[in-house]
């Protein structure tokens, strides 16, 4: 018990720098607040160009489950010493779980809905879109059922490294 604690905070400290790391031009991470926002952030003239593509989205996505799956195999392989596929399926799920509850509560609800510095100019009037906990909510959700896949490949990674 005392393992997944000491992982969790840790993984959520990795979690949260690489979030401030990204975050440093907000307008880069439009794709993750409120659709309303997005709406009016896209309409703006002065964005034009700044604003990342879908594709960009995708392959940072793509390339950040990819780094998911390296790290938590490794950790699950060679710290925890599983070696079974439901070893890592189980483990990594319950990881992905508590970073998800953080990422929502800490870092979205708490953070991100009050802090002026993701207020992208040119929205500062949206302040009922900035506090929409349930969007983050409902992003919350969508990530439990993106960890499945994820998951599975670090099961299957895990069951097969040497």
Not at 35 to 59: A, M, T, V
Not at 76 to 85: E, Q, S, V, W
Not at 124 to 148: N, P, R, T
Request: hydrophobic share 50%.
């Amino acid at each position: 018990m005392k393992i997944i604690v000491i992982e969790s905070i840790i993984l959520c400290l990795l979690f949260s720098l690489m979030i401030f790391i990204f975050s440093r031009k907000p307008i880069n991470t439009l794709y993750n607040y409120p659709p309303k926002i997005q709406e009016r952030i896209k309409s703006l003239d002065r964005y034009k160009g700044q604003i990342p593509s879908n594709e960009k989205k995708l392959g940072t996505k793509l390339l950040a489950a990819l780094l998911v799956v390296l790290v938590f195999s490794l950790i699950l392989r060679y710290i925890n010493g599983y070696k079974t596929f439901t070893e890592g399926f189980k483990y990594s799920y319950l990881l992905w779980t508590i970073i998800n509850i953080y990422d929502a509560l800490v870092m979205d609800i708490i953070w991100f809905c009050h802090d002026p510095y993701f207020v992208i100019e040119g929205s500062e009037d949206m302040v009922d879109e900035y506090h929409d906990y349930l969007f983050h909510i409902k992003q919350s959700l969508i990530g439990q059922l993106i960890a499945l896949p994820v998951c599975i490949l670090i099961g299957l990674v895990v069951s097969y490294i040497l």
